[in-house]
């Protein structure tokens, strides 16, 4: 059964997409905090603050595909080409994170953007913890509760594919 779950017969390349596209926002560890061990420790954070993650695969993305993702912050963020960049640095791991009022629950608890900022208003949150600037803060969560849904279904529908 173990050997099945990494080395499935069917002749894919790992276990069957969990996605469920219900009441779910996207949550993406970073580059940079997957380089630096902290996939673990943003995982159990998760966990123990109540959201249950129902789909989860790391990415190696390149920069077409960041610069489609990050489009919406294109023009509107000044960081925009500094956010692209550490996106396709490395690994990153996307997460479907499924609860009632998902993207805006799960938004307040990753905290602000800026993770100095993060430290002072809101210490307990995610980029508070485990940010280290406004660009390596981390995660990267929907913002939108409009796109939730359409993030998600961005890694577990069209990029793994």
């Not at 970073?30 to 990415?59: N, Y």
């Not at 499924?98 to 799960?106: E, I, L, S, W």
């Amino acid at each position: 059964m173990e050997m099945e779950l990494f080395f499935p017969s069917s002749g894919g390349c790992g276990p069957a997409n969990t996605a469920k596209f219900t009441n779910c926002t996207c949550c993406i560890v970073k580059p940079h905090a997957v380089s630096e061990g902290l996939l673990g420790k943003i995982l159990m954070a998760i966990r123990d603050a109540g959201f249950e993650i129902s789909a989860m695969q790391m990415f190696n993305m390149d920069r077409v595909n960041v610069e489609e993702f990050y489009e919406v912050y294109k023009g509107v963020v000044t960081e925009y080409h500094d956010m692209v960049t550490e996106m396709y640095s490395g690994p990153c791991v996307a997460m479907e994170i499924q609860q009632n009022n998902a993207t805006k629950t799960f938004r307040e608890f990753c905290g602000p953007a800026d993770p100095e900022i993060a430290r002072h208003l809101r210490p307990g949150t995610l980029r508070a913890i485990f940010g280290k600037t406004k660009i390596q803060n981390a995660v990267h969560c929907t913002d939108l509760p409009e796109d939730g849904l359409l993030e998600v279904q961005y890694f577990f529908k069209i990029l793994d594919n």
